[in-house]
């Protein structure tokens, strides 16, 4: 006998997952931690294992459930998905959700969740996208063309992560140009973010830093988030500022070889790898500018935390423009010289840091003001599929 659904006020949510919380996993988790439990219930789902190592018990004494698909995350990409299919389709024929959310980058992902999502009943299906890739090779766009207008066949509703260009990534044009798709803002925790004096001289004291200039790269070591171009900017740097520091904050699969590389660069001495770390508000008031070259992105939720405490930051424009909400972000290509990077960071921006939570909360990126609206939205989708609220 099949497992009877779940209550109508609960919401799956499908993600990555993988060995290190990325940023739309962040999201997720802060979303849920301002929600009204009472009123929506999230279960996770992870394609690959599950991030949340001990949040997993908080979510489970709120009243979350987290699954995880257990993919293996290095397996070859055609690999990865033949072992996604049968996996997932078992999961949602055995749980049988009404409403499910896909917070996928990829196409594909999305049209199989959200098809299997429709077959066993799923009577809301949102496709939420996160990412937006400046540009693919031509074969991924002539498929994407070819396959895209099925996403407005097997889903029912579509949000864009605090950015239009993340809606034109994924998205069909008509659902684009029609806009039909509604803009949903990240939210933090902008207190938690804000700049903090004492945390600041505490650190640079812990570390060493003294009054050296401190640029900062935080986030997963992945290809995407292009730490060798970093490496490189700053053994440019270290010409006109010998004295300054590179922290790196994270880990990922491409830990391992940044660090070698760093050792063959011959920055030893002045990059320090701190790994992942759980007091990433305090390590942000000890830097001085952030470095984020991503070679594509969407609306990151680190930019949000970076603003949120004051600091100047250096990213390329793989970003979209709407992450400036602060006027503290200066966007560069990359394939500008990199010596013109490690200019930008030597003269970063001096805008008085202890405004910075303030402007993020004005600007409507606070995680419980992202909370009430999704409150608000996933009550009316409840209403207007006959679902409880």
């Known amino acids: 006998m099949l497992k009877q659904y779940p209550p109508d006020n609960r919401v799956l949510q499908y993600s990555y997952g993988g060995r290190f919380l990325s940023g739309i996993d962040t999201y997720l988790l802060e979303a849920y931690r301002a929600l009204d439990h009472d009123r929506v219930q999230f279960d996770f789902l992870f394609r690959y294992e599950n991030p949340l190592g001990p949040v997993t018990k908080e979510l489970g004494a709120s009243g979350a459930r987290v699954y995880s698909l257990d993919v293996p995350e290095q397996a070859n990409p055609l690999v990865r998905h033949f072992l996604e299919i049968p996996r997932l389709w078992a999961f949602l024929k055995t749980h049988r959700y009404r409403v499910v959310e896909i917070n996928m980058s990829s196409l594909f992902i999305c049209l199989q969740c959200a098809f299997m999502a429709m077959v066993f009943g799923a009577k809301v299906r949102i496709v939420h996208s996160h990412d937006a890739v400046a540009s693919e090779a031509v074969y991924k766009h002539l498929l994407k063309r070819a396959f895209t207008p099925l996403l407005d066949v097997v889903g029912n509703e579509f949000w864009a992560g605090s950015s239009d260009s993340t809606a034109q990534y994924l998205f069909t044009r008509r659902t684009f140009e ?31 830093l003294g009054d050296s200039l401190v640029v900062g790269q935080v986030g997963r070591f992945t290809k995407q988030k292009n730490h060798r171009f970093s490496l490189l900017v700053f053994r440019e740097l270290l010409r006109t500022n010998p004295d300054a ?104 921006s001096t805008k008085d840091r202890s405004t910075g939570a303030d402007e993020v909360r004005a600007a409507g990126y606070d995680r419980q003001t992202t909370a009430e609206w999704l409150q608000r939205r996933y009550a009316e989708l409840f209403a207007r599929q006959g679902l409880a609220a």
């Open 178 to 208: 029609q806009h039909r798709y509604t803009v949903v803002r990240n939210g933090i925790d902008a207190a938690k973010f804000a700049y903090d004096p004492v945390a600041r001289a505490e650190l640079r004291a812990q570390l060493g």
């Open 245 to 348: 520091k590179l922290l790196l904050v994270g880990d990922g699969v491409t830990f391992a070889s940044t660090r070698e590389l760093c050792s063959q660069l011959g920055l030893d001495d002045s990059v320090t790898f701190l790994g992942a770390r759980d007091d990433v508000p305090r390590l942000l008031s000890a830097i001085d500018v952030i470095i984020a070259p991503s070679r594509h992105e969407g609306f990151a939720m680190g930019s949000l935390e970076w603003q949120c405490s004051g600091l100047p930051c250096l990213v390329s424009d793989a970003f979209p423009r709407e992450v400036d909400i602060t006027g503290r972000v200066k966007f560069m290509a990359l394939d500008e010289p990199l010596t013109e990077w490690a200019a930008a960071l030597a003269a970063p």
